[in-house]
């Protein structure tokens, strides 16, 4: 018991958690966006790796990180306009596109990351000063590499959008009834497209993090599976947005927990069992909670009128 | 004044090339002197085609609307007027043909073009979300920023002014059905269209509320000089509200008159396409027979063949869908289920195709207690069901025909676990001679078929199982005339040869013309019973309306 | 009879759908659509050869030699294919009961961990032919079991409580590389004794040569009996799907779930057993990669699926649900497979032909897409020319 209170006490388990669990949410608050447009949008993965290695490579050429994560957002939303025109505009099946994007952005990145071979640095620690001295989670939350800190507006951000403007009505009507929207004048398969330009936005800022907050370096596993957990946290969160963030809080701490307690000196526990740990976490969470709430409507159903 | 269409021969032609000028002439004696009198048109539609494979959904269809009326029109079901309307709001695009809108020709790609227009329209179905707000809802489809408050205040307004109350920060899936449709007018009159197009607006409503909604367009035509289109296939809601009446048979319009001049025969006449008595004039069915079969007053059985015994059911989001239905169904009897749509029918048709499962109750097959949810239970007890929404749970599109004639048995035409295609083949040309279903061969995908036929794959299917129980939900719903009164006979068939029928429908008609005895279903439980003699039409309308007498 | 349209939208849909279908279809558009999409595809592969330094030409000719061109390379490819086959197979099942399995690459794993653990179990000692035979039967049997309990997790997850399977079974291809991670460190699960290992530390002990599967040499090219399975099973596959009343009940589980339940097809049941058995497929695949020769030392190590649980699912999304397609397509992925083994000298990196593959996968989905969208959109321009 007193090592689970050691663990529990210790600051150094919510900054690392909070490290893996910001990746999650950058990729996650996209994610929920196209969940509520209704499309499941596998991709994510192929997304955040296309993000962090797009930055990784501009930050070698430019030097800049501020450049770097920019081009990080724009690498992937490259790699969401595949998804979105070969499922939302040609009637291509969302899942078979995105876990073909998964293999070719992996593949892709595989095959340049050996022809460039990126060198990259760790963006540099921000503490802000009052709020890092709060006892226990002040540094977790207030004291860690720049980017981390992009989420915090962030997540507000995607929530003003999706309940207070006229595009986020939009989104959810066609993510409840597209019948419905489509008949009152709202193109359904423009929307669903524009969330997921956004999850390429979101998803590749959560890659340039990955890669200058949390890590300091690229390697094409750098996301290792990371993306389907930011879908999962969106299920488990029951679509709602701060369901989402406590998923990801969760599986975030759960992914970290196989570098910190290792780190913390509990190495006792088996290296295997505490890499597929968040993955099993992710599967119990998703039985336990799945079932209980609504998912949108149309979740994964495409929508073939006005494809044209 | 234009004729109604005379007997079957070629009536469309002279009635559809003089309709505009015809209304015309007549326009002055309808119109009271208003400032939009003189204005064109608000749409006019001239020689509109549209063709689905074989069948013309619209062929060279021309009609006028003119601001300041209320315009009925009036067809079967299939008759090709939502599809024509449904051209008019940009859904559907058309083959061939022009749209005219305040006198300039337009194309119209989709329903914002055709709210920009000036064209709205209050459809039957698919069309407010039900996990938005009432005021989300109304708001869905603008343009300008949102504003809550704004639509909030308006929506009050346009309740007062129309008499249709609501309250805006209601989530619309737990409104009733007349409610939910009162948003979809409000949304629709809150972009102050021209013309309003309302699609079959009363099936969805009891008697009372249909009234408040007449009361409620008469006032827009006549303070704002919208014109409306009401298309409709009751004769009794035409003659009440309208103008103005065109009605139109198997894609074409065939007749065009004042609704003043117009009666009930006439219209049905025209309609149909040949002189019927109309069905509630028809003579009782119980007398049609003197089977003692037929109706059994006090039946001999010991069990009714389907005995339903206080069911309870709830939807996944825990609305009660039945509560406490008890009805008992006789061998040789077809009973009636009538009732405003939205107060359990699907529930029940589910319930009786295996598809759902009870919170309590029971449901007993010849007194036998079945597994209700269980995979084809239903079935397996001799439960044939022809469902509401073929497509939905009757057939499967992409399978051959001969494959959707034995859906439900395969074994029949297998051996030892092997299709034995020869032999589905054989078996399926049979059923296909004998239901006289028109395709190109028991191989044709079940997509190429027109809806009657699909129909009367599954009626073959259904049928073919010699069922104890025969369920019928919405059996005619988007047939012509020839498939109703096919359909017709072969409930009554299935009747005299001893199964016992169950006929759920919103169609008043349908129910007086078949059943021998009615019951009447109002938020899923039954609310009271007559029989087919002692039928008292406005007792009948209270109870649908859920006030109990 | 006359029938007319009815009132419902759906009905217009499936109609308008009926006569696209029916009509407009071109079989040159289909061909040129094919083709130039499948051009673009080599084309980008080819100028990413070019820009990272690389000559596409090579490359090309690399991949053919390696593949099929050299002597005994066809064979290597035949070898490659056949697991590949097996996966697509079983996606087959799974995707006609309107399941969506995508974790294969998870279940061909423990399936091979399963063949590995009663392989190396039973036939540790046999040197008898028939013996080994039993032993052979017994692994790949026991291969079939592991893929499918590790898809019927997926499943009983999906009908008991709602987990959506291709999360589910995407999640468990980590667990079950970890879990087969585990097993390899320990001797009493898969980890070779002591002795048999030198100095590595996670490794399987090697199957027995009387339990390995025959290779046979045609031309001089040596493949695994395996792959006269493979084809056999997607005979089996194709005529069980069509022609028997469990693969009847099963399409229209796929196609229509509310008439299926109607018509007593219980979807749970026949779900399960569809995920099981696209599971068994796989682990199936496992077990022939373990004891054909064509993967590896006959031995289990980590990462040993090396993707084929991957390729064979793009295999099954290529072949659009068709085993006799399925069987020409494992082919050609294969070719680049084993073709890659030649790219070392043209100093091209081999992980090039993951993106061709994926390319090749795009590519093929868009002709089918583009064919649909250009049917709505000729209707749409005929009504705008009128006015």
Request: proline letters at 4%.
């Amino acid at each position: 018991m007193g090592a689970i209170w050691d663990i529990i006490g210790n600051e150094v388990t919510y900054s690392s958690a909070m490290r893996f669990a910001v990746l999650l949410l950058f990729a996650a608050s996209g994610e929920w966006v196209a969940e509520r447009a209704g499309t499941l949008n596998i991709s994510v993965e192929g997304m955040i790796l296309a993000g962090a290695f797009g930055s990784a490579v501009s930050y070698d050429i430019t030097g800049s990180i501020p450049l770097a994560i920019l081009m990080g957002a724009f690498c992937g939303f490259l790699v969401s306009t595949i998804q979105a025109n070969l499922s939302h505009r040609l009637p291509a099946d969302q899942f078979v596109v995105g876990l073909t994007i998964n293999i070719l952005i992996l593949g892709l990145v595989g095959f340049l990351d050996n022809v460039i071979e990126p060198s990259v640095d760790k963006a540099s620690q921000a503490t802000i000063p009052g709020l890092a001295s709060i006892p226990v989670i002040g540094p977790a939350l207030f004291d860690q590499p720049w980017p981390l800190y992009l989420v915090y507006p962030l997540v507000p951000a995607v929530w003003w959008l999706v309940y207070r403007t006229r595009w986020g009505l939009e989104v959810r009507a066609s993510g409840e009834d597209p019948n419905s929207a489509d008949v009152s004048g709202i193109r359904v398969n423009k929307r669903r497209r524009q969330t997921i330009y956004l999850t390429g936005l979101t998803s590749g800022l959560g890659g340039a993090y990955l890669v200058f907050g949390a890590v300091g370096a690229f390697a094409d596993s750098i996301v290792g599976g990371r993306g389907f957990i930011a879908i999962a946290a969106v299920i488990f969160g029951g679509w709602t947005l701060k369901g989402s963030v406590a998923g990801c809080l969760l599986f975030g701490a759960v992914v970290s927990f196989r570098l910190s307690l290792p780190d913390q000196g509990y190495d006792g526990i088996n290296t295997e069992f505490l890499t597929a740990l968040p993955y099993i976490v992710t599967i119990v969470g998703m039985a336990a909670f799945a079932h209980r709430v609504r998912p949108p409507a149309a979740l994964a159903k495409p929508f073939l009128r006005g494809l044209d | 004044m234009v004729e109604p269409g005379t007997a079957s021969g070629a009536p469309s032609g002279s009635a559809t090339s003089n309709a505009g000028p015809t209304v015309g002439s007549t326009e002055g004696s309808i119109l009271t002197t208003n400032q939009w009198r003189d204005d064109p048109p608000a749409v006019e539609v001239v020689g509109i085609t549209k063709r689905y494979g074989q069948v013309s959904a619209c062929d060279s269809v021309d009609l006028v609307f003119h601001r300041g009326q209320i315009h009925g029109v009036l067809g079967e079901n299939g008759a090709g007027k939502s599809t024509l309307m449904k051209i008019l709001i940009g859904l559907v695009v058309p083959d061939a043909g022009q749209v005219i809108i305040d006198g300039k020709p337009s194309v119209i790609t989709d329903p914002i073009d055709a709210a920009e227009k000036g064209i709205g329209m209050v459809h039957q179905h698919f069309s407010v979300v039900n996990a938005l707000t009432v005021w989300e809802n109304v708001a869905l489809g603008d343009q300008m920023r949102l504003n809550p408050e704004a639509i909030r205040d308006e929506i009050g307004d346009l309740s007062r002014h129309y008499g249709l109350d609501i309250e805006p920060n209601a989530v619309v899936g737990t409104l009733t059905a007349g409610l939910r449709q009162r948003v979809e007018i409000i949304k629709c009159l809150r972009r102050s269209p021209r013309t309003v197009i309302l699609d079959e607006p009363t099936s969805v409503l009891s008697p009372g509320e249909s009234e408040i909604l007449f009361e409620g367009l008469r006032r827009a035509v006549e303070d704002e000089g919208m014109a409306i289109a009401l298309v409709s296939h009751k004769l009794d809601e035409i003659l009440g509200a309208t103008d103005l009446v065109t009605i139109m048979r198997r894609g074409k319009v065939v007749a065009h008159q004042k609704t003043s001049d117009s009666d009930a025969a006439g219209l049905a006449r025209a309609m149909v396409g040949r002189p019927v008595a109309l069905r509630s004039e028809r003579e009782v069915p119980s007398s049609e027979t003197d089977s003692p079969k037929r109706r059994p007053t006090k039946p001999k059985q010991e069990h009714a063949s389907l005995e339903i015994d206080s069911v309870h059911a709830n939807g996944d989001d825990g609305r009660v869908l039945l509560d406490g239905l008890d009805l008992k169904v006789y061998r040789g009897e077809i009973v009636g289920l009538a009732g405003v749509e939205g107060n359990g029918q699907r529930p029940l048709a589910d319930l009786l195709s295996s598809l759902m499962s009870l919170a309590s109750g029971s449901v007993r097959v010849d007194g036998k207690p079945i597994a209700c949810g269980r995979a084809g239970a239903m079935a397996k007890a001799g439960i044939s069901v022809i469902p509401e929404d073929r497509h939905d749970s009757g057939c499967v599109l992409e399978m051959s025909v001969a494959e959707n004639l034995f859906l439900a048995d395969p074994n029949l035409v297998a051996r030892r676990g092997i299709l034995d295609h020869r032999k589905m083949t054989y078996r399926a040309e049979r059923l296909i001679e004998r239901f006289a279903i028109s395709c190109e061969g028991p191989d044709a995908p079940m997509w190429s078929l027109s809806g009657g036929n699909q129909q009367r794959v599954v009626l073959a299917r259904e049928m073919a199982h010699h069922p104890r129980v025969l369920v019928a939900a919405q059996p005619t719903r988007g047939l012509d005339v020839g498939a109703i009164e096919y359909m017709s006979e072969q409930l009554r068939q299935a009747a005299a040869a001893g199964v016992a029928v169950l006929l759920i429908s919103t169609e008043l008609d349908e129910i007086l013309d078949l059943a021998s005895r009615l019951v009447v279903l109002s938020k899923g439980r039954i609310v009271g019973e007559m029989s087919r003699e002692a039928v008292d039409i406005e007792r009948l309308g209270l109870m649908m309306g859920g006030a109990v007498p | 009879m006359t029938d007319v349209l009815g009132s419902d939208p759906i009905d217009g849909a499936a109609k308008e759908v009926a006569a696209a279908r029916g009509r407009h279809l071109v079989l040159g558009e289909i061909v040129t659509l094919y083709a130039l999409s499948v051009l673009v595809a080599l084309f980008l592969s080819g100028l990413l050869v070019s820009l990272t330094g690389g000559s596409a030409r090579d490359v090309f000719s690399a991949l053919l030699d390696g593949s099929i061109l050299r002597p005994g390379r066809w064979g290597l490819t035949l070898g490659s294919a056949a697991p590949m086959l097996l996966v697509a197979l079983g996606t087959i099942i799974n995707s006609k009961a309107g399941l969506v399995n995508i974790g294969q690459e998870g279940q061909l794993l423990i399936g091979a961990a399963f063949a590995a653990f009663v392989g190396t179990r039973l036939g540790g000692e046999t040197t008898g032919s028939v013996a080994g035979f039993a032993v052979l039967l017994t692994l790949l049997l026991a291969g079939g079991l592991g893929g499918a309990l590790w898809a019927a997790i997926a499943g009983a997850l999906r009908f008991w409580r709602g987990v959506p399977e291709v999360l589910s079974t995407l999640l468990m291809v980590t667990i079950a590389a970890n879990a087969v991670g585990y097993g390899l460190k320990k001797d009493w699960l898969l980890l070779a004794p002591a002795e048999g290992r030198s100095n590595r530390n996670q490794v399987s002990e090697q199957l027995a040569d009387a339990v390995r599967v025959k290779r046979i040499t045609v031309f001089g090219n040596e493949f695994p009996l395996t792959v006269l399975l493979a084809i056999a099973l997607a005979v089996v596959v194709t005529f069980a799907l069509s022609r028997t009343v469990p693969g009847f009940r099963l399409r229209m589980l796929g196609q229509n779930a509310k008439t299926a339940q109607r018509a007593g097809v219980d979807s749970t049941r026949y779900g399960m057993a569809a995920m099981a058995l696209s599971g068994a497929f796989a682990g199936l695949a496992g077990g022939i990669m373990l004891a054909g020769g064509d993967f590896g030392n006959y031995q289990l190590v980590p990462g040993f699926s090396v993707s084929i649980g991957w390729t064979g699912l793009l295999v099954a999304l290529v072949a659009r649900e068709k085993a006799s397609a399925a069987v020409l397509v494992a082919f050609l992925f294969a070719a680049l497979r084993t073709g890659s083994g030649f790219l070392a000298a043209t100093g091209v990196e081999r992980k090039i032909t993951g993106v061709v593959q994926a390319l090749l996968v795009l590519a093929l989905l868009i002709p089918p897409a583009v064919l649909y969208i250009r049917q709505r959109r000729r209707a749409l321009n005929a009504s705008k020319e009128r006015i």
